[in-house]
């Protein structure tokens, strides 16, 4: 109070409000760019000291110039406070979890629903807010403004803006090669800088999307037909995973035996597997697409067939269900789809969230409707969705302890954290037990071909190199955020797929733009859109010749 006293009772000139919320903004609200330039440039171990100590100074001048653009009357103060509490929520998300806040987290945030947004919330992080945000915004709001003349203020003004070019010019002319270098060397640094990322972020967003005309839709293969139509039916569930990583799988060699329920029934894991983005936003709709990674648009991508069209056209049934609260990305707006009611009353559900098994009781009506047709069904789980980790997993699948009961994962312990996680893993692992249990039943009483392909969208960061969460640009994504599962299963009688073939052929590297190939081929579908040579499976397909002799497709 003391303090709040004492500047309401002082006049600030215009340019010292400017100059010290400048100087918050970059040297405090920036701690984590400094951190990042710092490692950068020290890591070679010959470096300029004058360089580094040069840094703090242009970001500095940068911000107040940018600051002096609203350097009037009734604009200054909501612009300084609007920048200074939207800068403490960026400093949070970055210092703490390693968030980058560029276009596609500014996609990943539009995509985000409101439970999903809550979760992040926690009394740390409202506390950090307050300190960070709200304390020194009301220090702006209560500051007294000198007035002066309009002729004194502009001069103070031009003054101020003249000295913070020049002195930058100098600053940048002579430690240009070492900008240069360092820039050029460490491009996701511009990424850490708050808070014009996410203006620059925002600005290109908005453009594109007001850019955004009416697409003619593209239709890639009008006529998609089924083979081997004297066949028996098949029935495929597709498993969508949500921000599993392939490192913490005990059929991938973890130490942790977190496929306890799979282990043994024939599952064949792809250990080499990744994803299209980082981000739901980007992965989902691009590994349903017939794009792949390198030009992949959404705009594009949904403006045209994706696999689910494709197959659908061909005569298969098509189900979308999802338990996932960011939807289907639009890639199920042509195909049947089921959105699970969280606020539905079942012991699985809490209003916010229903737990995956949640998905069972939704697979078992979909198995009990009688159809001739084939059936394909996408089950869309909540998987290992953070930060509350906890949430996705019932008390009685709590088998690694003690774990992470917090939203504010920062403050929890390596060993709890990684516990929490992999108690998401280990339940993922027994719903898809259990749906190859409901799927080879179904084969034995049926006569039907039943499979089961499991994939995650993405992976998640647990702390390594001080990273969490996920949704950093792919091009420096660390591994545990691109590596993805992929699990496939075929009921026992299913003499399709050589089981003995994929075993020899499961460490192969693919990614999400075999995803496409591998689900035309599972459903036996001949479309002008399908490549083989991106379908993995078709290297141990069968084919039964004339003479009863198995071969496997070229």
């Known amino acids: 109070m003391k303090y709040l006293n004492t500047i309401r009772n002082r006049s600030f000139s215009t340019n010292q409000l400017i100059l010290f919320t400048s100087a918050y903004i970059a040297l405090v609200l920036n701690l984590p760019f400094h951190t990042k330039v710092w490692k950068a440039v020290t890591e070679s171990g010959n470096y300029n000291v004058w360089f580094l100590l040069s840094v703090p100074v242009v970001l500095f001048l940068l911000t107040v110039l940018f600051h002096s653009l609203f350097a009037f009357k009734r604009l200054l103060k909501p612009m300084l406070i609007a920048s200074v509490c939207l800068s403490s929520l960026l400093f949070y998300g970055t210092y703490h979890y390693g968030i980058i806040f560029d276009y596609g987290m500014i996609q990943n945030t539009i995509d985000t629903d409101h439970a999903e947004a809550m979760s992040y919330f926690n009394m740390y992080a409202v506390l950090f807010f307050v300190l960070f945000g709200l304390l020194p915004s009301s220090l702006i709001y209560y500051a007294k403004i000198a007035e002066h ?46 808070p ?27 006529e998609p037909v089924l083979v081997n139509k004297q066949a028996k039916r098949s029935i495929t569930v597709v498993v969508l995973g949500e921000t599993a990583r392939a490192k913490n799988f005990s ?6 035996t977190t496929n306890k329920y799979t282990q043994g029934t024939g599952v064949v894991s792809f250990s080499n ?10 992965s989902v709709p691009c590994m349903f697409s017939r794009l792949n990674k390198q030009n992949f648009d959404k705009q594009v991508a949904s403006s045209q067939q994706n696999v689910l069209d494709i197959i659908q056209l061909s005569g298969t049934n098509v189900t979308w269900i999802d338990n996932n609260n960011g939807g289907c990305k639009g890639v199920c707006a042509r195909v049947e789809s089921i959105e699970i009611d969280e606020n539905m009353s079942s012991p699985l559900c809490d209003g916010e969230y229903c737990i995956d098994e949640i998905l069972l009781e939704y697979l078992d009506e979909q198995l009990l409707v009688p159809s001739d047709k084939n059936t394909l069904i996408v089950l869309h789980m909540m998987g290992s969705h953070g930060p509350t980790y906890f949430r996705r997993y019932p008390p009685e699948h709590r088998a690694f302890t003690p774990d992470c009961q917090r939203s504010d994962i920062q ?7 990684i516990n929490t996680y992999d108690n998401t893993i280990l339940y993922t692992d027994f719903v898809l037990a259990k749906i190859t249990q409901r799927l080879q039943t179904l084969s034995d009483s049926n006569q039907v071909n039943t499979a089961m392909l499991y994939v995650s969208d993405h992976g998640e960061s647990l702390g390594e190199s001080g990273m969490y969460l996920h949704g950093l640009p792919y091009a420096f994504a660390p591994k545990e955020q691109t590596h993805v599962p992929m699990l496939f299963w075929q009921n026992k009688q299913n003499e399709i797929v050589s089981q003995q073939c994929l075993d020899t052929i499961s460490a192969q590297a693919i990614s999400h733009d075999n995803f496409f190939d591998i689900l035309l081929g599972m459903q036996s579908v001949d479309s ?27």
């Open 273 to 282: 597997v990744y994803s299209c983005g980082t981000a739901t936003a980007v």
């Open 411 to 417: 403050h929890c312990t390596n060993e709890e954290l």
């Open 251 to 256: 059929l991938n060699g973890y130490d942790k």
């Open 196 to 222: 014009f990322k996410l203006y620059e972020s925002s600005y290109k967003y908005v453009k594109r999307a007001l850019n955004n005309s009416p697409r003619e839709f593209q239709i890639l293969d009008a």
């Open 528 to 554: 002008n859109t399908y490549n083989r040579k991106q379908d993995i499976l078709s290297l141990c397909r069968q084919i039964h010749n004339p003479e009863n002799r198995d071969t496997y497709a070229e």
């Open 149 to 194: 003349s309009i002729v004194r203020s502009a001069f103070g003004w031009l003054k101020m803006v003249v000295i913070a070019t020049l002195l930058l010019s100098i600053l940048v002319g002579l430690f240009y090669v070492n900008y240069a270098a360092v820039g050029r060397n460490n491009r996701e640094l511009t990424s850490y800088l708050t």
